[in-house]
């Protein structure tokens, strides 16, 4: 079966350091994968998305950038973190078929201090 | 652009009852998905329903049914029989074409509260 994991689960930087969150997909190959950030209370906002490796799309003008350096591996970063930087991340995977949905990982919860 | 706008930041219904959660997008493709999400406070994204554009026929998932209007581009979630395990965070999502990969996005959401 397909699973998702994302790492870490929470973390806390303080402003101007570098960011490292890592997503990996099983169970499936050549997926669409995404990267959300949702503040408090909030919607969904689309940072990145990715049809293979090396081939990223960026949605919003911003601090962070994200690689895809194997199939099923999605990497979101920083080099220097901002304080409008903290929120939740979500990364998430789909597969065209006659059941697409989009699958998520548990998410990130990031404090810049 | 692709947009997906949901008007209800909030409601509330009563245990047992029917609630319509409205949700509109904008797009000029011909084929795409809707999806309904769910977000209860442990921030889990949990597929409620889906509906393919090219299907006229409105999904169903037990309590969980659309009205779909393609022409208005309307997308709407109905729950009948509300439970207290319904209380959460919905979100209205559009996956659509973009150059060679499929895009998703999501509406602002609207928090649910179904009240004892």
């Known amino acids: 079966s397909q699973t998702i994991h994302q790492w870490p689960a929470t973390l806390v930087q303080p402003v101007g350091s570098p960011l490292s969150l890592e997503c990996t997909v099983e169970g499936t190959s050549n997926p669409n994968l995404y990267w959300y950030r949702q503040a408090a209370g909030r919607g969904l906002q689309l940072l990145f998305y990715?049809?293979?490796?090396?081939?990223i799309s960026s949605e919003v003008p911003q601090n962070l950038s994200a690689s895809r350096p194997q199939d099923r591996q999605f990497i979101l970063s920083s080099k220097k973190l901002l304080l409008s930087d903290s929120g939740f991340y979500l990364c998430?995977?789909?597969?065209?078929?006659?059941?697409?949905?989009?699958?998520f990982g548990q998410g990130t919860r990031l404090t810049v201090v | 652009a692709q947009t997906v706008t949901q008007s209800q930041p909030e409601m509330s219904v009563q245990e047992a009852e029917t609630v319509t959660l409205s949700c509109t997008y904008d797009t000029s493709e011909n084929n795409y998905y809707l999806f309904w999400y769910k977000q209860p406070p442990s921030r889990q994204m949990i597929l409620v329903i889906r509906q393919e554009a090219y299907k006229q026929q409105n999904a169903t998932e037990n309590r969980f049914s659309v009205n779909f209007q393609k022409a208005a581009k309307s997308f709407s979630l109905k729950i009948s029989d509300s439970q207290l395990g319904d209380t959460a965070m919905y979100f209205c999502a559009f996956m659509g074409r973009m150059d060679s990969s499929y895009k998703l996005i999501f509406g602002s959401g609207t928090r649910l509260l179904v009240r004892p």
């Open positions: 998430a995977w789909s597969i065209l078929g006659s059941n697409t949905e989009a699958f």
């Open positions: 990715s049809v293979g490796i090396g081939q």
